[in-house]
């Protein structure tokens, strides 16, 4: 699929964007997500700057990907602790 020209709207400025047809949708959802909680922390802590809502926002989303990021690395490691138990009793099984 191609590329397309796209305008993205965050925090009241408008940025032009060159993206595939496949990540228009993911990325105008996440400008949304993001003006969303811009709209939040100004309403929730009367917060006016936008750079400090900015820094807040980013702040939450590096925060929510950092844990995601540790999840997957625990669960990885238990499925790979997993496959090697299973690996030693087939050998243990097969080796008899």
Same mark, same amino acid.
């Given at each position: 699929?191609?590329?397309?020209?796209?305008?993205?709207?965050?925090?009241?400025?408008v940025?032009?964007?060159?993206?595939?047809?496949?990540?228009?949708?993911?990325i105008?959802r996440?400008?949304?997500?993001?003006?969303?909680?811009?709209? *939040?922390?100004?309403?929730?802590?009367?917060?006016?700057?936008?750079?400090?809502?900015?820094?807040?926002?980013?702040?939450?989303y590096?925060?929510?990907?950092?844990?995601?990021?540790?999840?997957? &690395?625990? *669960?990885? &490691?238990?499925?790979?602790?997993?496959?090697?138990?299973?690996?030693?009793?087939?050998?243990?099984f097969?080796?008899?």
């Amino acid at each position: 699929m191609g590329d397309i020209s796209i305008k993205i709207n965050i925090a009241d400025r408008v940025y032009p964007l060159k993206v595939s047809t496949d990540e228009e949708e993911i990325i105008r959802r996440a400008a949304k997500l993001i003006n969303d909680s811009l709209k *939040e922390y100004q309403d929730k802590y009367a917060v006016r700057d936008k750079q400090d809502l900015l820094s807040m926002a980013v702040l939450q989303y590096a925060t929510a990907s950092l844990k995601a990021e540790r999840k997957v &690395t625990a *669960e990885d &490691t238990g499925i790979a602790d997993g496959v090697d138990k299973l690996d030693q009793m087939l050998t243990a099984f097969f080796s008899k």
